[in-house]
């Protein structure tokens, strides 16, 4: 772990299993916006295809795909997740490589990292309650934008980036992990139980 920085620091980089984080978060997401991109321009191309992860009516990827909610800014969602997930890897690699970077910078990639659970929340509530659907490329997304948002919060505060209590910073010196878990323990609780009927049967 990263000794905190002074408040007053003006550049931080960050310890190796961290740098790690973000390049398998990163890959992870990147890896998801692919194949479902991929999946999307086969999809525009033969009305009929169906991708290999439509499993079921609940685990049904062409579902999501086809809704209105997977082209919110004009154009498909995962384009986006190649752009961003994109510069996570970089920004990973960076700091494996010892690169360090100003406040602004860290905040910049917080705020991004902050849109992007944010939108996945959004996408979380859209694909149980409207679509009715689950992919399984985008659950792979969702796991993986869940851990980096909260461990690059947490990186945030403890350099002092963020203002926060003493306490807050101590809790996320040792635990931040409690965050994601439960994080991600809420999403699947909420997957379980809104298709209990169907997981059971």
Same mark, same amino acid.
């Given at each position: 772990m990263?000794?905190? &920085?002074?408040?007053?620091?003006r550049?931080a980089? &960050? ?7 973000? /390049?398998?978060?990163? &890959?992870?997401?990147?890896l998801?916006s692919w194949?479902?991109t991929?999946d999307?321009?086969?999809l525009?191309?033969?009305p009929?295809?169906t991708p290999?992860c439509?499993?079921? !009516?609940? +685990?049904?990827?062409g579902? +999501?795909m ?5 082209e919110v800014?004009?154009?498909?969602n995962?384009? %986006?997740? %190649? /752009?961003?997930y994109g510069?996570?890897? #970089? +920004?990973?690699?960076s700091?494996? &490589? ?7 910078y ?6 991004g #990292?902050?849109f ?8 979380q *509530?859209?694909?149980?309650?409207r679509?009715?659907? %689950?992919?399984l ?5 969702w796991?993986?934008t869940? !851990? ?8 945030a /505060?403890?350099?002092?980036?963020? !203002?926060a209590?003493g306490?807050?910073?101590? *809790?996320?010196?040792e635990?931040?992990? +409690? %965050?994601?878990v439960?994080?991600l ?5 909420l997957?379980?139980?809104?298709w209990?009927? *169907?997981?059971?049967?």
């Amino acid at each position: 772990m990263t000794p905190p &920085a002074h408040a007053g620091a003006r550049t931080a980089g &960050a310890g190796r299993a961290f740098a790690l984080l973000l /390049v398998v978060t990163g &890959a992870a997401g990147l890896l998801a916006s692919w194949i479902i991109t991929l999946d999307k321009f086969k999809l525009l191309q033969d009305p009929d295809f169906t991708p290999g992860c439509s499993l079921n !009516p609940v +685990v049904s990827c062409g579902s +999501v795909m086809e809704s209105d909610q997977a082209e919110v800014f004009g154009f498909p969602n995962p384009m %986006l997740g %190649l /752009v961003a997930y994109g510069v996570v890897i #970089c +920004v990973g690699l960076s700091l494996l &490589a010892g690169a360090r970077f100003p406040r602004w910078y860290w905040l910049a990639f917080d705020a991004g #990292c902050l849109f992007g659970v944010g939108f996945v929340t959004w996408l979380q *509530f859209e694909s149980l309650y409207r679509i009715n659907a %689950l992919c399984l490329w985008c659950c792979l997304a969702w796991a993986a934008t869940i !851990p980096l948002f909260w461990y690059v919060t947490s990186f945030a /505060v403890r350099q002092g980036f963020l !203002p926060a209590p003493g306490a807050v910073r101590r *809790f996320l010196d040792e635990f931040t992990w +409690v %965050l994601p878990v439960l994080h991600l323990g809420i999403v699947g609780m909420l997957v379980l139980t809104r298709w209990w009927d *169907f997981w059971t049967s």
